[in-house]
């Protein structure tokens, strides 16, 4: 991820996000970005690994149903977001109108299907842990990945970005949202 991240980025010029908050905070910038930025983000991100790292120091248990479904919830994610991320890089390299929208592939299902695909990993690796003792505790980490993306920092913000699109207004009227289905006529 961290790789696809920077080779989407090499050449670009600053995240909007982090340049709107640049503006915004002014003087205040180097401060706020630190706590709320990297603290804030390094402490969800313990949050969110909370099953990983008890998983990992944990007695081990033998493969189970919770292994399968877990297994098959994370394999799925993991399609939809590396496909998604796929598609939306040769997206992104074709000549095109300004203002076109991504509306092939999986993109014709869902409007962020890599963020799809990102939740169902970590559902599927809570599921993996659940036969674990405690475990039950660590639902806290699919739940803050989820409404993350959903409420704060992913989806919110990226909708936004396309307010006044007229072909994202009408694209937002045949596509889900999250969930892939079919699109609306």
Known sequence: MS???YNRNKHRTEDFRYLAWRKEWGRSFYWRSYLQVFLLQGFLLIVILSPVIYAAVAEPITLNIFTWIGLLCWITGFYFQAVADRQLAVFGKQKRIPGTIMQTGLWK????PNYFGEILM???IFIITIPLPGSLLFI????????????VSGIPLLEKKYEGNPAYADYKKRTSVLVPMPPRK
């Open 109 to 112: 299902f869902s409007r962020h």
């Open 3 to 5: 790789l696809h991240i």
């Open 140 to 151: 806290i980490s699919p739940l803050t990945i989820t409404l993350l993306l959903v409420f």
């Open 122 to 124: 970590w559902w599927g």
